[in-house]
Each structure stands twice: as C-alpha cells, then as structure tokens.
C-alpha cells in the first residue's frame, strides 16, 4: 500500500508542524519502517524550536550517542529571544487592549495606525512585534498563543505579505489546536484574500516557501498550497465534505487541481462517494445544494479527463462502475480503495461511511441496467458475505428511492426491477436532441470537406432529401 500513500507527495506543500500529524499516522499504519519515519520526524523537528521534542528523537535513533550540544545553545537563544519579543509585543498589547482604544479603533487600518501614532507614538515597526512574538510562539509549538498575536497583528498591519503571512500563520495555529469552526473561516479569509491578491503569495517568514515572481503563477502555487492546507478543515469539519466539493469543484479551484495537484482528485473523489445518501447517514435528509447532489457525475467526469496523469483504487473505483460499467473490476478496485481510504491521514475516519456509500453507488448502477437480479450475486458485487449482503441490499431498498421500482422476491432470492415506461414527450425531447446533434455533426464535416457524408443510420427519405440538397 506504500504506492498509494500520499504523504510525501503532500508533505511539500505543508508547513513542518502541519507535517507531524501525518508522519505520526504513518507510525501507527506501519506502511513504512518506523526508523524511516523517526529520521524524517527528526529532519522537520530540529528546524524547529521545539528542541526538546528534536532531542527526544535524536536520542531514539541514535541511542548510543549523546544529545549535540547545539541543542543546549539553541535553547539559551530562544529562551532571550523570547523574553526580548514578549516585551515588544507587551508594549503594544497594553495599548490596543485598553478599553478607550479598542473603542476608537474603526475598519480603516490606516486611518488607525495614524491614531495609534497621535495619541500612543505607536508605528507599523513596533506593531510588527506582534507577528515577530506570535511566529517565535508558532515555532516552538504554542499555537494558541500565536493565534492569538498573529490576529491582532493582521487587525491593524497595512503591510501586504506580513499580513498575508499571518494569514497562513493564524490558519496552520488553528488547524493544530482542533479549533474547526475558527479555523473554517481563516481558511475562507485566506482564500478570498489569495483570490483578490496580484503580488507574492505569502512570506517566507511562516511557511519558508519561495513567492514566484509571475503574478498569475504567483497565485496558481498560493492556490495549490491552500487546497492541501484545507484538507485539515474540510475532513475534520461537520460539514467539511460537500464545502470541500464546493470549493474544489469550482472552476479556479478545479483548474489549480488539475494543473497542480492531480492527486487531491482522491480526496475529491472520496468527499463525493462519502456525500452520497444512504439509509443510515443523516445526509439522507440534510439539504444539499445542486453541486454536491451531482457530485459523483461530475468528479467521473474530471476523473476521466485526468486519468492519464493520476489514478489510484478510489478513482479507479469510480471510472470502473461510471465509465467501463465493469462490474468485477468495480468490485475488485474498491477493495483496494478500502485499504487505501483506512491507511490515509485524511479519510480514515470515514472508512465506514466510504464503504457504505461505495455500496449504494454500486446497487444504484447494477439496479439501472438489470431488470432481474439475484441478491447473492449483488452480495458479491459489494464484497459481502450472502447472509449480511442480502439484509443489507433488503434495507436499502425498502429506505431509498429504489423501493418505489423494486419488489423483492425472498422466495427466489430475487430483486424485479418495474421501471415506469418514459412519458411521450420526454421520448420525443431525447430524440430531437439526437437530430440536433446529427445535425451539427454534419455541418462540421460539410465545412471540412464540403461534400454533405450520408450516415448510415439516417432514414432513407432522410437520405434522399440529403442528396436532393447537395
């Protein structure tokens, strides 16, 4: 399953403590040898200043050596480091928290910097002791205080990449502290942020990444960074799954994807099976907006079109029972993908709903293109044992939608699939359509070749007429 782990493809795009959750899972998966995972651990810790941790490390991998002494000087470092920085940042807290100032400030950061100076002799330097303290803070792993200065410097900073910093800054604090529903809009904050900015995509202070020069590529690698760094937010969220399909489904954010990141076309793939109702998840009855209820059809689509540059067992999964109609290898591929949904970082917690959700798509499709169906060979189909498949087929007909076009036969094991005939009007829709677009076929190949081509399928006094006109 190594092949299919996307850690070290993500990695690179995550700030370092947003990488120690995702080497702690690959601890506990064990799809990589733990030493290899320590060494990486110890690579992110000791850019950090979390020494203590870096030398908890150092000393399990190698526990016959002693703790270099750069750890010791480092920590005298930032222990002055830090009283020095609190004591900036101090100054400026005290006035900004005073009731009298907190009430005069207004939305016009400029209008309040010019009163801050007037009345306080605060500058924009000594307010940018409140991003130096809440980064120092943010390095040694005190993320709720570094949330904490990098909003109220992004409250009066009227500098462009400082403040885009303590964006990215505030979204990584909130991410780590669990903190969903804050952490939700910082992310929306960034995102509109990044989509109405033309110059760097943010500073090297927080995230050490170098900004692109090109405006437009400038924004495209800011794009690429956010939709990893959403992945926390919307896999932890209680709504994350269909806010995910409708960012990432978006024209800009579908672009950045395919351009970028082909490979968060799993997580859009699994978001969009997850969102599917089923008989024991609350989405059965939430309201959904057009884009998420369509999901599936339009990920098969996307998937498609990108198979040629990514594709793993939760894509193949769809493009089998979407696209090919390939039941067995469906079944097959979806195998995989449960092992593959149970050793990723960001869906493991869905496993369950995956699987059933997988399962309602593969019922949905079988059910549309057989009108008998014995319940034992459906079973199979899920990668069910025969008893628990066919209670589990016999629930879902009787709460979906499906019930209104089945009857179970329990006698001979069997499902009778009644589709109602199609209405006349809507036969008549459906083959108009089909001339319309016979009709534009041959107009392109009138401009390309200027001869008028019969089609074998066309009528014969269509064909006549044709010719009369050619």
């Not at 370092?16 to 320590?38: C, K, M, N, W, Y």
């Not at 020095?84 to 207004?106: C, F, G, K, S, Y």
């Not at 390095?139 to 992004?154: E, I």
């Not at 968060?264 to 998420?292: C, F, G, H, K």
Request: net charge negative; glycine share 2%; proline share 5%.
């Amino acid at each position: 399953m190594a092949d299919f782990d996307l850690s070290k493809t993500i990695i690179p795009y995550l700030d370092r403590h947003l990488s120690f959750p995702l080497l702690a899972h690959l601890v506990e998966t064990g799809i990589f040898s733990a030493d290899e995972v320590q060494v990486a651990q110890y690579e992110l810790a000791k850019g950090t200043n979390m020494f203590d941790y870096a030398a908890s490390l150092f000393q399990q991998i190698y526990p016959n050596q002693d703790v270099p002494k750069e750890f010791e000087q480092k920590r005298e470092n930032a222990v002055s480091t830090h009283e020095r920085l609190q004591q900036e940042a101090q100054a400026v807290l005290d006035v900004i928290e005073n009731p009298d100032v907190a009430q005069a400030l207004r939305q016009d950061k400029n209008q309040n910097l010019q009163y801050l100076k007037d009345n306080y002799n605060l500058t924009l330097d000594q307010i940018t002791a409140l991003y130096n303290f809440g980064k120092f803070q943010y390095s040694y792993g005190n993320y709720s205080g570094a949330a904490d200065y990098l909003y109220h410097f992004r409250v009066l900073s009227t500098d462009p990449d400082l403040t885009i910093s303590a964006h990215w800054g505030k979204l990584a604090s909130d991410i780590l502290t669990g903190k969903w529903d804050v952490a939700l809009e910082e992310l929306n904050s960034l995102r509109e942020a990044i989509d109405a900015r033309t110059l760097a995509p943010f500073s090297s202070a927080i995230t050490s990444s170098t900004p692109a020069v090109d405006p437009a590529l400038s924004q495209l690698h800011s794009r690429t960074w956010l939709v990893h760094w959403s992945l926390f937010v919307y896999f932890n969220h209680p709504q994350g799954r269909a806010l995910l399909l409708e960012t990432f489904l978006s024209p800009t954010y579908l672009n950045t994807i395919q351009t970028s990141c082909p490979w968060i076309l799993r997580y859009v793939a699994a978001a969009a099976i997850i969102s599917t109702p089923t008989p024991s998840s609350s989405s059965a009855s939430a309201p959904q907006s057009s884009r998420v209820k369509n999901a599936v059809r339009e990920v098969v689509k996307v998937i498609q079109m990108e198979n040629y540059q990514y594709t793993d067992p939760v894509t193949a999964f769809l493009m089998q029972l979407h696209v090919e109609f390939d039941f067995e290898m469906a079944q097959k591929e979806l195998q995989k993908a449960e092992k593959v949904v149970s050793d990723d970082f960001f869906l493991t917690d869905f496993h369950d709903e995956f699987l059933e959700s997988a399962r309602c798509l593969v019922s949905e499709a079988y059910c549309k293109i057989h009108q008998r169906i014995d319940i034992g060979d459906l079973s199979d189909r899920l990668n069910l044992p025969r008893d628990e498949g066919e209670k589990w087929i016999v629930n879902l007909i009787r709460e979906t939608r499906m019930g209104q076009d089945a009857k179970i036969d329990l006698e001979k094991n069997l499902i009778q699939i009644s589709r109602p005939p199609q209405p006349v009007y809507q036969s008549v829709i459906e083959k108009t359509r089909g001339l319309a677009i016979r009709t534009q076929a041959l107009g392109a190949a009138i401009a390309r070749t200027g001869t008028v081509p019969v089609p074998t399928d066309v009528p014969q006094a269509a064909q006549a007429s044709t010719v009369a006109v050619n």
